[in-house]
């Protein structure tokens, strides 16, 4: 049995600059880049762009869900190491 069947990107924007959010490190551009590689490879796994997380403090925030792994500090440039992992993980 898998443990994960969703890429849980936070997407919580802040107005206040001294707070930090996922949004504003960037964290909708990378939902797009995960969406993108997941519809290209058609691994059978779905993005859900979700409002807050409580990890802003170390984010953009992405998680594998139900009960996956947690990736905090997550960039664009991170993404194609990302799909590699949930790749493996489609696989078991």
Not at 1 to 24: F, G, I, L
Not at 73 to 79: Q, Y
Request: glycine share 6%.
């Amino acid at each position: 049995m898998k443990m994960a069947d969703k890429v849980m990107v936070c997407v919580n924007y802040r107005a206040n600059p001294d707070q930090p959010s996922c949004a504003a490190r960037g964290s909708e551009a990378i939902a797009c880049a995960l969406e993108t590689a997941i519809a290209q490879q058609q691994l059978p796994i779905t993005v859900e762009r979700f409002n807050c997380l409580g990890q802003c403090e170390s984010g953009p925030n992405v998680r594998l869900t139900p009960a996956g792994r947690w990736f905090h500090g997550v960039t664009l440039e991170d993404v194609p190491a990302l799909i590699s992992g949930i790749e493996d993980f489609c696989k078991r």
